[in-house]
């Protein structure tokens, strides 16, 4: 196990380089900070000179791959963070110098067990892209297929290990100072993150979930996942066809193509929520960079290495819950999130309702361009904290997608109305799912499957399984012994031990700041 010392010389070389980027001035200023942590920022930030405007973005690219995946991750989160740095972070770009073709060609055919050339005639030495976790390369096929190839960089899976547990560690101890920061729940979001990235390490789950998604989606036209090469797939490499289409960012090339720009930003939002409402199972990775427009309008997406899933209940509470603001049914939406429990009984129910529609009024029947998003999220989170909702994790890779998918929908329409375009399938899912037939037909199998039973039986389950809330149950999280908190052992040695190491470390690196070092 890795000591405290260790994790504490991690954070602090990592909070020097966010210093450095101007990037703990928010922290230091919110009023919610922990003290600890403040003394701690003011540490790492000792004899650096910050820039006027912080460059979150920049300091996570600068700090490697993991904290460029966490960065990703925390621009969901304006609640943890705080609005300016979580806009800036929306802008992190997940690229990094390629690794030599020789070590990427070492993966290959250590991964098989045979020479590269056994599987491919042809492998362009010269990447299509570089990401923090993997780089793609274009090749051909031993049978003469065009395939993208994406392989994981070299002892990858290593180095997100051991940035994870230093990330386990600060989330643990932060949520041990109590108030604000336990409301936030930062070790669930690192247990997600934990979990997101572990899938992105695997190629095979990748591959899996592509599969998955493309059996979803037969059913919806101008939308096509890229198969799989299964032959040429496993944990370290995956194979799939080679895509000859335009990113869907380049706006004025899609024009020159003659494509139909609104049609493609309302079929993008459409098929978003059949993934996510009909499906529960949804791409959640919607950047610009994964998603391409083929010469026929349809519309290709790539890299599935983060995927979202939603149970049936959350998706019937998510389907009303859109239904309700659009239609401006604001009683029936806080009646929803005290059903799922997301909103602590001893509030009022009339009271939440008044909340959302102080914040759901101002944006009904407006397109995205008179909107401020900024003032609709500030809204949002004085409710969560007015009515102690605890952050829901599940939902949070839902909403990073959903803003993903505005953002891109926005930019190829500008006058995109949100609301209008969601509204009508909303409408028909309700209706299918929770109409009269639907509720009929539920009912009736529903009721023969319990003649089957002996009330007992159903009694002692009931009893053992009582009816959940919306939230899904949090993952196992992992122990750890806390050094601040009513949790923290105490004794002079643990805190002669700490502050040992937080003045050593900072000395260290007020000596390399001041060029003591050399």
């Known amino acids: 196990m890795t000591r405290p010392a260790t994790h504490i010389f991690r954070l602090l070389k990592w909070g020097r380089t966010l210093a450095k980027h ?3 001035r928010g922290i230091e200023r919110d009023p919610n900070t922990p003290a600890p942590v403040k003394r701690l920022t003011r540490l790492a930030r000792f004899g650096t000179f910050q820039p006027q ?11 490697g791959p993991a904290a460029i995946k966490l960065g990703q991750t925390l621009a969901t989160r304006p609640d943890l963070v705080g609005e300016e740095a979580a806009n800036n972070l929306l802008t992190l770009q997940d690229d990094l110098p390629p690794v030599r073709f020789a070590e990427i060609e070492a993966v290959i055919e250590a991964s098989f067990g045979q020479p590269a050339s056994a599987l491919f005639s042809k492998i362009d030495p010269e990447p299509v892209g570089a990401a923090s976790i993997a780089q ?17 960089r070299p002892g990858i899976r290593e180095r997100f290990a051991r940035d994870i547990e230093t990330y386990e560690w600060a989330a643990a101890n932060l949520e041990a100072l109590g108030g604000e920061a336990a409301r936030l729940r930062p070790r669930l979001t690192i247990a997600n993150f934990k979990r997101w990235t572990n899938r992105e390490l695997d190629l095979r789950r990748e591959a899996a979930s592509a599969s998955e998604l493309a059996d979803a989606m037969k059913g919806f036209e101008g939308y096509r996942i890229p198969a799989i090469d299964w032959d040429r797939t496993n944990g370290r490499v995956m194979t799939v066809d080679w895509i000859d289409g335009v990113k869907i960012s380049k706006v004025e090339e899609l024009k020159a193509r003659g494509h139909d720009l609104p049609a493609l930003a309302e079929r993008l939002v459409l098929a978003f929520l059949t993934q ?4 529960g199972f949804f791409h959640a990775d919607m950047h610009q960079g994964n998603l391409f427009v083929e010469d026929d309008g349809t519309i290709t997406a790539i890299d599935f290495g983060i995927m979202g899933r939603i149970d049936r209940r959350a998706r019937v509470w998510l389907a009303e819950i859109l239904y309700g603001l659009t239609t401006g049914n604001y009683r029936r939406v806080a009646e929803i999130h005290f059903e799922a429990q997301y909103v602590p009984s001893y509030h009022s129910v009339d009271e939440f309702a008044t909340a959302l529609r102080a914040v759901g009024e101002p944006m009904r029947g407006k397109p995205v361009s008179e909107l401020s998003v900024g003032q609709m999220l500030d809204g949002l989170f004085a409710i969560t904290r007015d009515f102690d909702m605890q952050t829901q994790p ?3 890779l ?5 803003v993903m998918v505005e953002g891109i929908a926005t930019q190829l329409n500008p006058a995109i109305n949100m609301w209008d375009v969601s509204a009508p399938y909303v409408r028909n899912w309700v209706r299918d799912e929770l109409g009269p037939e639907a509720a009929l037909a539920d009912r009736i199998r529903k009721d023969g499957e319990t003649l089957l039973r002996l009330p007992d039986l159903i009694r002692r389950i009931e009893d053992k399984f009582p009816a959940k809330g919306g939230a899904p149950e949090p993952p196992p999280l992992p122990e750890i012994e806390v050094i601040v908190g009513p949790g923290a052992r105490t004794g002079a040695g643990w805190f002669g031990y700490l502050l040992a190491a937080a003045i050593g470390a900072g000395a260290l690196w007020s000596a390399m700041a001041l060029g003591w070092m050399g």
């Open 22 to 24: 101007g990037a703990l």
């Open 53 to 63: 405007v912080p460059d979150y973005a920049g300091a996570f690219q600068e700090i």
């Open 136 to 152: 793609v390369h274009r090749a051909v096929t031993t049978d003469d297929r065009q395939v993208a190839v994406k392989v994981l």
């Open 276 to 279: 996510a409402i009909s499906g």
């Open 394 to 396: 599940h939902l949070l």
């Open 398 to 402: 839902l909403q990073k997608t959903m």
